[in-house]
């Protein structure tokens, strides 16, 4: 019976979006990005206004360095696992590179919605 189920999809959707409205403020979320030889990995991230983007070293030495759009980074991560990150206040699209393999192509893009 379609209408059973439709009966029950729509409660669903009405929970969800009642969850929704509740909650107190958006929630921020962390998009992850890999550095690794020599690429950033996924090389696009999306995300939303004041979320952040944190980058994760796998191996190597890197940079995260963004200059353009008013979001200013040059972080260097030095060895396997170290950790930095940024939160995107400001909608646009910004690329980054690694300032040591940029003749390898190791870049990178955030898109902020
Ligand atoms: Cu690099």
């Not at 940024?86 to 902020?112: I, P, Q």
């Amino acid at each position: 019976m379609t209408t059973r189920n439709d009966a029950l999809r729509c409660a669903l959707a009405l929970a969800a979006v009642a969850s929704v409205g509740f909650a107190p403020a958006v929630q921020a979320k962390t998009a992850s990005v890999l550095a690794d030889d020599f690429s950033f990995s996924p090389a696009t991230v999306k995300i939303k206004k004041n979320d952040k983007v944190r980058w994760t070293n796998v191996q190597g030495s890197h940079s995260v360095t963004m200059s353009k759009g008013g979001q200013d980074l040059d972080d260097i991560l030095s060895g396997s696992g170290e950790v930095t990150s940024a939160k995107f206040k400001k909608k646009g699209s910004f690329s980054y590179l690694c300032t040591f393999h940029s003749d390898e192509g190791m870049k990178g893009k955030v898109v902020v919605r």
